[in-house]
């Protein structure tokens, strides 16, 4: 009777710590959400000001004091994550978890290895968790419908990509035959970045043409660059006009996975009730 009692009051403080860490919609939940991010946003300015010189030859020892309690207080976080959930290998695993990871480890190889303490910029990943505290559901369907548009898209878009790929290098090895050495275009490789960079119009100016013919060919790519930028456009847009249905902000207590419908009873992905 004494061990049921145990186990029941174990998993009723495992469950009441998953309701904070994990869900944004009680009251307790929400205000651990925002604190976690608050610390987030002061964790990646001390290492942006930690980085400028003037600052850290100044308040170097405060920066560092810092940083380590931020560190110690995401460890803390973490291990509250890993230990409330049914399989903390899973969570560790997953995007989230390994994000959670990357945001502490930086700081305990900088012990060993200098430096890598600037890798904590990484934690600006963690605010990906600010559209499920704040509620934003619609940002959240927003991004499931993108994702969505860009895997139907995928043949589309592999299509047009080589169909890209062979007109730069066709035009390319036009340039290296038409201009020459003498002008910059001194090998096909060099050739096809031209035309790279005119076709898709970013235009740094480091190579042109100098003969009509090479001006005339280099007209033509920025022309048809105007409307191959379109194409992609057009191709995502087209799979964006599909309905999209609202999706809730809850996490799935067995495999962690968001985007349930706002309506699911139950995992779409293994069946657990939400």
């Known amino acids: 009777m004494q061990t049921e009692f145990k186990e029941k009051a174990e998993a009723g403080w495992r469950q009441r710590v998953y309701e904070i860490v994990f869900e944004a919609e009680t009251p307790a939940g929400r205000i651990f959400d925002i604190t976690v991010i608050s610390l987030i946003l002061l964790s990646v300015v001390t ?28 460890t803390i976080e973490y291990i509250l994550r890993l230990i409330s959930v049914r399989r903390p290998l899973r969570y560790a695993l997953s995007f989230y ?29 963690r605010l990906l968790r600010i559209f499920r505290i704040l509620k934003l559901t619609s940002y959240i369907s927003e991004g499931r419908v993108i994702s969505t548009a860009l895997r139907a898209s995928k043949q589309k878009i592999t299509v047009f990509l080589v169909a890209v790929l062979t007109i730069v290098t066709v035009v390319g090895s036009l340039m290296y035959v038409v201009e020459g050495e003498e002008h910059g275009f001194t090998d096909i490789p060099t050739s096809i970045y031209w035309a790279i960079v005119t076709l898709t119009t970013v235009g740094y100016g480091d190579l042109s043409p100098k003969t009509g013919l090479g001006k005339f060919l280099a007209s033509l790519v920025m022309i048809m660059g ?23 902000t809850h996490f799935c207590p067995e495999c962690h996975a968001e985007g349930h419908d706002v309506d699911a009873v139950h995992c779409k992905y293994c069946g657990t009730a939400l």
């Open 47 to 74: 290492v942006f000001l930690e980085s400028v010189r003037s600052i850290r030859e100044v308040f170097g020892p405060e920066l560092l004091i810092a940083e380590w309690a931020f560190t110690i207080l995401f």
């Open 97 to 125: 978890g390994l994000v959670d990871l990357l945001a502490i480890l930086p700081t305990y190889l900088s012990l060993f290895l200098p430096g890598t303490q600037y890798l904590l910029v990484i934690r600006i990943l």
């Open 226 to 248: 105007y409307g191959i930028i379109a194409v992609p456009t057009g191709i995502v847009t087209a799979e964006l006009t599909r309905a999209a249905k609202p999706v809730s």
